[in-house]
């Protein structure tokens, strides 16, 4: 399985961590993000994730920022995502079984990184329920 990972300046030590736990899972990680502290635009690493999950390259994204709203809002622009903002597993969970999110938004801000970690692992083994909530899902995307 192959995810795609992408976090702006506040979220670079969380992405090295949650990558290492995802390649010694044997997950293949494309990395979108910045490498370094100094400042950029989370627009600029969101979009490619984005196009990754949309055109299946990878199954799944995470992004990462301080507060993972400006993420969230950004890769729920593009039809095909469903991003969900996280702080627990508990949510984590619901994004997965209720709404179907192909994309976990973490906020650095406001998560450890372990925890930040083990969100990630929920949202991977967490399966969409369908039934009742795939009719919600399906009110999601606005015809063009």
């Known amino acids: 399985m192959t995810i795609s ?19 010694t899972k ?9 490498d370094n502290s100094s400042s ?4 600029d690493f969101v979009h490619p994730v984005a196009d990754d ?4 390259t990878a199954t799944y994204g ?6 993972a709203n400006g993420v ?14 996280c702080w627990n597993k508990e949510i984590v969970h619901l994004i997965r079984s209720h709404n179907n999110a192909n994309i976990l938004c973490i906020p650095a801000r ?4 372990q ?10 083994n967490t399966e969409f329920e369908g039934g009742r909530h795939q009719g919600r899902i399906d009110k999601i995307p606005l015809s063009c």
């Not at 999950?53 to 299946?56: A, I, L, P, Q, R």
């Not at 995470?62 to 507060?67: A, D, N, R, T, V």
């Not at 969230?72 to 903002?85: C, D, E, S, V, Y």
């Open 115 to 124: 925890q930040a970690v083990e969100m990630v692992d929920t949202f991977l």
């Open 26 to 34: 044997g997950f293949t990680v494309i990395n979108h993000g910045t």
């Open 72 to 85: 969230a809002m950004t890769a729920n622009k593009h039809q095909k995502i469903r991003a969900g903002l």
């Open 40 to 43: 950029v635009d989370y627009a």
């Open 62 to 67: 995470i992004l990462i920022c301080g507060s």
């Open 5 to 23: 990972i992408g976090n702006d300046h506040a979220g670079t030590d969380y992405k090295f961590a949650i990558k290492e736990y995802l390649e």
């Open 110 to 113: 406001f998560t450890a990184v």
């Open 53 to 56: 999950v949309e055109n299946k």
